[in-house]
């Protein structure tokens, strides 16, 4: 910097140009690092947001500015080419250290680092930057195996759907210090995270959460989910919810607030080890499509649907198809002749359960 006093506009200026400079360098840096990654067979990546008024030569009162402008990504190399040197910023602590900057658009560094990369394994992230949606943020990132969120300090986030889809081998999430307390949008949010055998989401606030479709689907490992402190009074979809979490055993729900669904068809489809399932707080007063709701709960043994009405119901097709274990179900407030469309609803089912609900009909119509 010049010795002469400069503006806070100036600075600001000065900030936002070599911010943008950085981005440009950035490419042409990822493009060099992973053509030479045949060479190494270890590398991490860590995103952050540090002080860099020594890497950009700012001052702290301007490094407030671009903060909230940008976050970074930090690259920890190995040091395995003497030649890094020459196109990375070496720090003087020792380290090899080089930051990206990333805004709300900048698809194109993203995907050179995360997207199907073998030697990207595990990243620590801190969110430090305005942006108002993290959606497909970590799409397709077969390569990551663990995030751990550092902070998250900003509360204007309103979409995380596709956030984690399809990770395949993500296998360690925290979310101890995540902000969701605006976000509207969840829906395939962890789709396709086949490898994940837990999930703690208790730190999660779902208030204004409108869409849960597809949110965990496909979880196929799945085995421990906490949704304990879940508040889903504004939640309106949840269609293919936990559809074919196949290896989830116990899913506690109680306290789950559905005055506002509408759409549960395949909710609970294809969790084939799930044995029991309380829904006794679940209000369906507004919900019109049911279809598959239990399709393929193969070891369920008895479902208490007691508070179940369907006085807007159209659609439950299929509801308990293939509910082979199915021995008592209650159906009490549930109406079925006010729905359109009930093919198939215990196709699959035993006999002895099929003849109870012959008698139930029966003394529904009588």
């Known amino acids: 910097m010049n010795s002469r006093t400069i503006s806070n506009d100036e600075n600001i200026k000065q900030v936002e140009s070599k911010a943008y400079y950085e981005n440009l360098k950035s490419n042409f840096i990822l493009k060099k690092i992973f053509s030479l990654m045949e060479i190494i067979k270890s590398f991490r990546i860590i995103r952050c947001n540090k002080k860099l008024q020594n890497r950009l030569n700012i001052g702290i009162n301007d490094y407030k500015d671009y903060s909230q402008k940008y976050s970074s990504i930090e690259i920890e190399l190995k040091p395995f080419f003497k030649k890094f040197g020459e196109f990375i910023n070496i720090s003087t602590e020792g380290k090899e250290y080089y930051h990206i900057y990333l805004d709300n658009s900048n698809e194109d560094i993203k995907r050179n680092l995360l997207y199907r990369n073998e030697y990207v394994k595990n990243i620590n992230i801190r969110i430090d930057h305005q942006v108002k949606s993290f959606k497909k943020l970590f799409e397709n990132c077969e390569c990551i195996e663990s995030i751990y969120f550092k902070k998250f300090t900003r509360n204007n986030i309103t979409d995380m759907s596709y956030m984690f889809n399809k990770c395949t081998l993500l296998k360690e999430l925290d979310f101890s210090k995540f902000n969701t307390e605006n976000v509207i949008n969840m829906s395939y949010m962890f789709e396709g995270c086949s490898s994940l055998n837990e999930l703690n989401l208790s730190s999660f606030n779902t208030i204004n959460a409108v869409n849960m479709s597809y949110m965990f689907y496909k979880c196929t490992s799945l085995k421990e989910l906490n949704l304990s402190n ?101 159906l009490t407030n549930f109406n079925i002749y006010n729905i359109t469309n009930k093919s198939n609803m215990f196709l699959g089912c035993t006999d002895k359960l099929k003849k109870k609900i012959k008698m139930w009909i029966k003394n529904i119509k009588n």
């Open 230 to 330: 879940f508040n889903t009074i504004n939640a309106v979809n949840m269609s293919h919810m936990f559809d074919e979490c196949s290896s989830l055993n116990e899913l506690n729900l109680s306290n789950f607030n559905t005055i506002n669904l509408i759409n549960i068809n395949s909710m609970f489809s294809g969790c084939k080890s799930l044995k029991e399932l309380n829904l006794s707080n679940f209000n369906t007063k507004n919900v019109t499509d049911m279809s598959l709701m239990f399709s393929y709960c193969s070891s369920l043994i008895k479902l208490d649907l007691f508070n179940f009405t369907a006085d807007k119901v159209i659609d439950a097709a299929c509801m308990f198809s293939f509910c082979s274990s199915l021995k008592e179900i209650n």
